[in-house]
């Protein structure tokens, strides 16, 4: 096993670490080690990478901006690819339509679009996360999600091999696509609606201003933890079943908004997890309805 890695660590140099601690690219500021993480420095490097790691099979997981992950503290098994960079390039094709590296932040395109004078692109700016991890789980918020302005996606496949993939060949749904969870994300286009840069400012402090008022910021947490039900939003989920106030340890639920869960100091990622099974029992046993997770948990189980 350790000649794998020591021909991939030959192979890749400087963009493979092993055993990286993966604590620093979690909102939570949590987690364990990463068998093999990697950061390619360009789209060859990452083709030649996933047909390299083909022939062991590992199991791969894409890491984005970590805003909405929860890592293990035993770490994670297989391989962590991180788009840097690199994978960040944004540029206007035409009127409305731009294209968008994965890597990019949510908030930047949505200035870009201003910039530009496209509207419908506002809600971005209160997304925190990539792009690349906005499409994978069709993020979205105040009535707007990435399908509504998604053309099509580049992608690679797990042989390496990269395709272009329409918005009608993918099924969205809430919080989710049907896109294979072995697919990389490369690229994005976007299109909006040609608008003036007045209003799509006003609009996009509206939502920021709105967002600031419910929720909290500059805080170790991981955005809204469950998604809503269709019978009613979490949070009141969470309220009415009386576990607004539930905390484990440094593991704590915010006075600001109850779907948040914060490491307020030193939690563990056993503390939130434990946390956030509790609460899913107690709302579960208190209003029949189960709780699904928003945020993603990865890494191994001890």
């Not at 792009?131 to 105040?142: D, L």
């Not at 600031?212 to 309220?239: C, D, H, V, Y």
């Amino acid at each position: 096993m350790n000649s794998e890695k020591d021909v991939l660590q030959k192979k890749f140099g400087k963009n493979l670490i092993i055993n990286e601690n993966l604590s620093k690219y979690s909102w939570f500021n949590l987690g364990g080690p990463a068998d093999i993480f990697f950061r390619p420095e360009n789209k060859e490097q990452l083709i030649e990478f996933l047909k390299e790691i083909k022939k062991n099979n590992y199991k791969i997981h894409i890491l984005g901006a970590g805003s909405n992950t929860l890592i293990r503290d035993s770490g994670v098994k297989g391989v962590v690819i991180k788009l840097g960079s690199k994978f960040s390039d944004i540029k206007l094709l035409e009127r409305s339509t731009i294209e968008v590296g994965a890597a990019i932040l949510d908030r930047k395109v949505s200035d870009f679009a201003k910039n530009n004078d496209i509207g419908n692109m506002e809600f971005l700016s209160c997304i925190p996360g990539s792009i690349g991890g906005a499409i994978a789980m069709n993020s979205g918020c105040y009535g707007s999600d990435i399908s509504k302005v998604l053309v099509s996606i580049k992608v690679l496949d797990d042989k390496g091999n990269e395709k272009e993939i329409k918005n009608n060949e993918i099924s969205f749904y809430y919080r989710g696509t049907n896109l294979p969870e072995n697919y990389v994300i490369l690229s994005a286009k976007l299109r909006g609606k040609i608008s003036s840069k007045k209003l799509i400012e006003k609009k996009q402090e509206e939502l920021i201003q709105r967002k600031k008022e419910s929720q909290p910021s500059r805080i170790k947490t991981g955005g809204s933890t469950f998604k809503n039900s269709n019978e009613k939003k979490a949070w009141m989920l969470i309220k009415e079943s009386g576990c607004d106030k539930l905390y484990i340890g440094d593991a704590k639920i915010s006075e600001k908004h109850c779907n948040f869960f914060l490491n307020d100091g030193e939690a563990k990622t056993a503390d939130i997890e434990k946390l956030i099974n509790k609460v899913r029992d107690e709302v579960k046993s208190k209003t029949g309805i189960r709780l699904d997770l928003e945020i993603k948990i990865i890494g191994n189980e001890k």
